[in-house]
């Protein structure tokens, strides 16, 4: 990021729209988690605006938006990547036993022995 | 400064660098707290082949225990403690802290320090025609990181109740209620994350700003494409590892219960822990490593091997750009594989149909890769040396450990063959006559390089052969114990099941194997110490090389060249027609 | 032979070795942290209950801090902006703002502490406290880092600006880069820990 002083008042200007944005979404999350929603819902709005505010940081206070490096964005995309599936696949591996309910064997029988009698 | 040229480009910014202190340097600063590449790789290396003995030797007086269950171990059972071994005899809880020992000081802190700290840090620099690692003080701050771990994991074996003794695998919630020595390898594994993670950064960033004028990278040679891979697998997947070994710490002395579940009873009655904590997320977090950690240990091992063949075939590799996507491919899909270490783990269907299949894919770029080094030797000149007969050796030995890793990757013969000594065979293969063999290959091919001289050729050969035939003698019946049944990590070596009775001879074999093996590293040792001073003295390029480090003087001076080397042609033109010599070395304009 | 692109940009891959450098940090910094939030991910999905974090912790606190580190890291890239302007002395202002409002979130994070201790929610206590304690910790132990680098930036270490100008403005970038990471995993951490 080298550029003129010019450049850099314009980028100055940014900044402080960048910080207004996100003082706003900062109340806007914590009023939000005041309302009265069904818990999965809430945690959508809550990652929502996070993601949002998060984009932001990275986007102009560390200036991604102006990073043309070819090399930065293929070892950024790959540890989004790895990122993800280290989010996504350990809790899809307990996938198959939503919802399934699974006493445990011996409960099991004192139930069948409640049922004979 | 659009178009400036390369070349130019350097000039400009070495002026702005530092101004290297050209005065003499103090004993401390030249070889304890050296910033040179050069000696950071070659205290890395000195220091990883200690742990290397270690760790074995921890495993030839196993053996012994394994063929002689009971029997009291003669003469170094004197020296083990009453408390581990009364009477010279080898108490359970003694077997399971050697072996846990065992497989962390090989993995953590010998063959990583050693392929990647020694042979990536005094190599790689050289090959691309750099001055030094990118970062020098982190390098330096990333060896003594290392050098922290292993003392605290060095001393662990002193503490009560001695060195942890859950496996090196640290499966909770064994490991969160074991004794002291746990606590131990959990710090010392933070210090040896945390150096490879430094290592790693500097790696990359080297390879990526450091390569000299005309190396592009499809002109880099295959070693150091290796350990770009490797070093991306240790930045992206250790966090997650050192991410297990705090919340295990917090488990263990803050009292949570991360890994812990509810309801546990232990003999001393209902634990007093808040419960609610997963066992399997120890595994996730562990083999989302481990996994990419095994291809870390196979990985610089293949670009040792790679440089070695197409020297001394005198032929360009065989189909280098289909290495190349294979390493990156291969890298990308260990991220992807990990859970085939846990089919037995109740995991779903789904999953575990995913997980089997990304292990099939991931095989093929493997086969591809040792495919192209079996062609690569057809046809050639070969030169029968030292470092080429390890590199011939590393061919059949990894292909025997790759392949009987098929079956572990398919969840219905996983059934029978988790924890058995077919698992410990299978890896064995791979890292054992596989990466130690490629390793070996390493230090005598380099050894010229940071000496000037050459190891001794006869000593070398009886090290070889001595240890190929030892090796498999060690490693070849496990396939047969393992796949009668026989687990691993049992201190009787199995004696106790019926199922086992018939291949109990074999113990005493592999033990007699495993004790050959051990001698025959004397000569190794031996060849080592003994050629610094006396070795024959060669010129800076004895094998008639063609990458950049033969460039440069034997061994090279702080700064690594004389002038600034540039790259004119691939890694590999060996035996170019027309050309006056059978080698075009990359770093000179013309060929001769 | 000294070591090349220290301060100058590569062209071929468009940047300085300290810049990839800290970026390749934050990048493994961002699987630190991916393994604490899977694992709050793990836990939470396999709990038989899991409070409001608001049962446990107070939201306008948690607030206020997030307000502190946002502030924290517009002050950052001014002094950044400063620089590239030439303006020392607003720097040295902009960064001494950058490290109080650091130490402000410290001193407050203390107090939540504190009063967790008093009322006997340690981590032990349950595992929402446990990953908790560990997840703010563990950022806690971050924030101290980045006040130790930027107090060196801010004192011995900005003399460097009247020797080596442009080889201190990349320094202050990555210091930068590094702090508005950290402030980053905060926008995270506090609707996941304070508001779910
Ligand atoms: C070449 C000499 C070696 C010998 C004779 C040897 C022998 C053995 C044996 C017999 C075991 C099984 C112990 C048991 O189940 O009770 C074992 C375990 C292990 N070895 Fe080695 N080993 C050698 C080299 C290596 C190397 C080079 C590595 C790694 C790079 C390594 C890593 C491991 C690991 C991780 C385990 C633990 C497996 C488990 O947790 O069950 N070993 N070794
Ligand atoms: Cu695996």
Redesign the pocket.
């Known amino acids: 990021m080298s550029g003129s002083a010019e450049e850099t008042k314009k980028h100055i200007d940014i900044y402080m729209k960048v910080a207004g944005a996100l003082a706003v979404l900062t109340v806007v999350t914590v009023l939000a988690s005041y309302i009265d929603v069904a818990v999965p819902l809430a945690i959508i709005i809550a990652l929502i605006i996070a993601t949002a505010k998060g984009s932001l940081v990275v986007s102009y206070f560390m200036h991604l938006v102006d990073e043309k490096s070819r090399t930065l964005a293929i070892a950024l995309a790959l540890t989004v990547f790895f990122w993800l599936v280290l989010m996504l696949v350990p809790i899809m591996t307990t996938s198959d036993t939503y919802g399934v309910h699974k006493p445990l064997p011996n409960a099991n029988a004192a139930h069948a022995e409640d049922e004979a009698h | 400064m659009e178009n400036v040229t390369t070349a130019e480009h350097v000039s400009q910014a070495a002026h702005d660098g530092h101004a290297h202190d050209e005065h003499e340097l103090s004993f401390l600063r030249a070889y304890v707290f050296s910033v040179d590449h050069k000696v950071i790789g070659i205290q890395y290396a000195i220091t990883a082949m200690f742990f290397?003995l270690f760790?074995?030797s921890l495993?030839m007086v196993?053996?012994w225990q394994?063929a002689y269950p009971g029997a009291p171990i003669p003469f170094i059972g004197n020296f083990l403690g009453q408390a581990n071994a009364p009477g010279g005899i080898m108490l359970p809880e003694f077997?399971n802290q050697l072996?846990a020992m065992?497989?962390t000081i090989?993995?953590f802190m010998?063959?990583v320090p050693l392929a990647v700290g020694g042979f990536g840090n005094y190599v790689l620099p050289l090959q691309i025609g750099a001055p030094d690692m990118a970062f020098p003080r982190l390098n330096m701050a990333s060896y003594w990181a290392f050098f922290l771990g292993g003392v605290v994991m060095f001393a662990s074996f002193f503490v009560p109740g001695g060195a942890a003794n859950s496996?090196?695998?640290s499966y909770a919630p064994l490991s969160v209620i074991a004794l002291e020595g746990q606590t131990w390898w959990l710090v010392g594994m933070i210090f040896l994350i945390t150096s490879s993670l430094l290592g790693s950064i500097n790696f990359i960033v080297t390879t990526f700003q450091l390569r000299a004028p005309g190396l592009s990278f499809t002109r880099l040679p295959f070693f150091v494409w290796a350990q770009l891979v490797t070093s991306f697998l240790l930045l992206l997947a250790f966090p997650p590892l050192e991410v297990a070994g705090i919340l295990q710490l917090m488990d263990r002395v803050a009292e949570t219960s991360f890994f812990m579940p509810s309801g546990l009873v232990t003999t001393e009655g209902p634990l007093d822990i808040s419960g609610g904590g997963s066992p399997l997320l120890w595994q996730h977090l562990f083999w989302f490593l481990a996994h990419p950690e095994v291809y870390v240990?196979i990985l610089p091992a293949m670009g040792i091997v790679a440089e070695i063949l197409a020297n001394n075939t005198r032929k360009p590799l065989w189909g280098y750009r289909v290495l190349v996507a294979s390493v990156i491919f291969l890298g990308f899909m260990s991220f992807i594989v990990w859970a085939h270490h846990m089919f037995l783990t109740g995991m779903g269907t789904t999953m575990s149909a995913f997980f089997q299949t990304t292990t099939m894919i991931i095989s093929v770029p493997s086969v591809v890769i040792l495919s192209a080094f079996f062609i690569t030797l057809y046809g050639g000149s070969i030169r029968y040396n030292v470092p080429m007969l390890f590199a011939l050796a590393f061919l059949p030995m990894f292909g025997i450990g790759g392949l009987t890793g098929l079956p572990l990757g398919l969840s219905a013969p996983d059934l029978h063959l988790h924890d058995t000594?077919y698992v410990?065979g299978h890896?064995?293969y791979v890292?054992?006559p596989g990466?130690?063999f490629a390793l070996f290959a390493g230090l005598y091919y380099w050894y010229p390089k940071a000496t000037g001289r050459v190891m001794n050729e006869a000593l070398g050969k009886i090290h070889f052969w001595g240890s190929l035939i030892s090796?498999n003698v060690?490693f070849m019946p496990m396939f047969i114990t393992g796949l009668v049944g026989v687990n691993?990590?049992?201190?009787d070596g199995g004696m106790q099941y019926a199922h086992a009775q018939e291949v109990m001879e074999w113990n005493a074999v592999?033990s007699y194997g495993?004790w050959a093996?051990g001698f025959f590293q004397i000569f190794f040792i031996i060849n080592f110490f003994w050629s610094i001073r006396n070795g024959k003295k060669v010129d800076d390029n004895p094998w008639r090389a063609t990458t950049l480090e033969w460039q440069a003087p034997s061994p090279p001076p702080h700064g690594n060249f004389t002038a600034p080397p540039e790259a004119h042609r691939g890694p590999y033109e060996y035996s170019v027609p027309g050309a006056p010599n059978d080698y075009s070395m990359q770093g000179q304009a013309t060929r001769a | 032979m000294d070591i090349p692109y220290t301060v100058a940009e590569r062209p071929d891959t468009g940047l300085n070795n300290v810049k990839l450098g800290i970026w390749l940090f934050l990048a493994s910094e961002v699987m630190l942290f991916g393994g604490l939030f899977s694992t709050y991910v793990i836990l939470r999905v396999g709990g038989v209950d899991w409070p409001l974090g608001a049962e446990y912790l107070n939201i306008p606190i948690g607030a206020f801090n997030t307000a502190v580190l946002i502030g924290s890291s517009v002050t950052m890239v001014m002094c950044f902006a400063s620089l590239k302007l030439g303006d020392f002395a607003k720097y040295k202002t902009y960064m001494g703002v950058t490290i109080l409002l650091a130490l402000t979130f410290l001193v407050v994070k203390f107090f939540e502490y504190y009063e967790k201790v008093t009322h006997d929610h340690l981590p032990s206590h349950s595992t929402f406290l446990a990953i908790y304690w560990t997840m703010t910790g563990l950022h806690g132990l971050h924030i101290v880092g980045g006040v130790i680098v930027n107090g060196y930036f801010w004192g011995p270490g900005s003399k460097l600006w009247h020797e080596k100008r442009e080889m201190f403005e990349n320094r202050i970038e990555a210091a930068g880069l590094y702090w508005h990471f950290v402030d980053l995993v905060w926008i995270f951490l506090f609707p996941v820990l304070y508001l779910l």
């Open positions: 290397l760790g074995f495993m196993m053996r394994l077997y072996g065992h497989g090989m993995v010998g063959v496996g090196w695998t240990l000594y410990i890896f064995h890292v054992a990466t130690i090796i060690v691993r990590r049992l201190y592999m495993a093996l």
